[in-house]
């Protein structure tokens, strides 16, 4: 099992442009995450989903979008990037709410 | 906005010494959990905690939920350097399946 997968590792965006980040999970969970994570701090929820089809905000949604059309995957979608999204992006999944999260590596996104 | 805050937010300490990492809220979970997170990698977990009072050990790290499920501690014996690391609690509140993470508290053991 490759547990949870992200690409691309490290990315450069200019101001305005768009880009998709990619996560694949092979554990067949139902819920899926994606947070934020800026330097030394914590994790700030961006997205979730309980399941394929299902998807909610989390703390922190604006400049983003997701979507879930399988169990595996949850891209998430960044339209008009701005300096305010350089961070360290995660995925994460699990098979219940109350359950172990696994997260991936991590894409560490920079916007100039 | 819930919070779950950690404190201290960085802590160095010798090898060999103790100590005591505090997770706090005003909101009630329904489950914690204390991550570990190296340096350009993700989280990974060391412990849920779901009954207040609860108290669980791994090694020599003791984790405490608090009685009103509202606090969480994590107790390091005899630190060393393979400790280090950034330590974050993360919580669930009833009825949401969203996590909380808390500010985190960067911990650096010295040889």
């Known amino acids: 099992n490759a547990g949870v997968t992200q690409t691309p590792k490290f990315r450069i965006l200019k101001i305005g442009q768009s880009m998709t980040l990619q996560c694949t999970q092979d554990?067949?969970?139902?819920?899926m995450y994606w947070y934020r994570q800026d330097p030394g701090m914590g994790l700030k929820l961006i997205y979730y989903s309980v399941g394929a089809g299902i998807t909610d905000k989390g703390e922190v949604p604006n400049g983003y979008n997701v979507s879930r059309s399988t169990t595996e995957d949850f891209p998430l979608r960044l339209e008009l990037a701005a300096p305010s999204q350089t961070s360290v992006y995660f995925c994460?999944?699990?098979?219940?709410?109350?359950?172990?999260?696994?997260f991936g590596p991590g894409t560490r996104l920079t916007v100039l | 906005t819930q919070l779950l805050e950690q404190s201290p937010q960085f802590l160095s300490i010798q090898e060999g010494e103790n100590l005591t990492v505090y997770c706090n809220s005003s909101s009630v979970f329904s489950s914690l959990q204390w991550y570990r997170q190296e340096p350009g990698e993700g989280p990974v977990l060391l412990v849920t905690?779901?009954?207040?009072?609860e108290v669980k050990k791994l090694k020599r790290l003791t984790f405490q939920f608090g009685d009103a499920r509202k606090d969480s501690s994590l107790h390091i014996t005899a630190a060393q350097p393979g400790d280090t690391g950034l330590y974050l609690c993360a919580g669930v509140t009833s009825g949401t399946y969203k996590y909380i993470f808390g500010t985190g508290t960067r911990l650096k053991v010295l040889a």
């Open positions: 905690v779901v009954t207040g009072g």
């Open positions: 554990m067949n969970h139902n819920y």
């Open positions: 994460a999944s699990g098979s219940s709410s109350y359950n172990e999260q696994f």
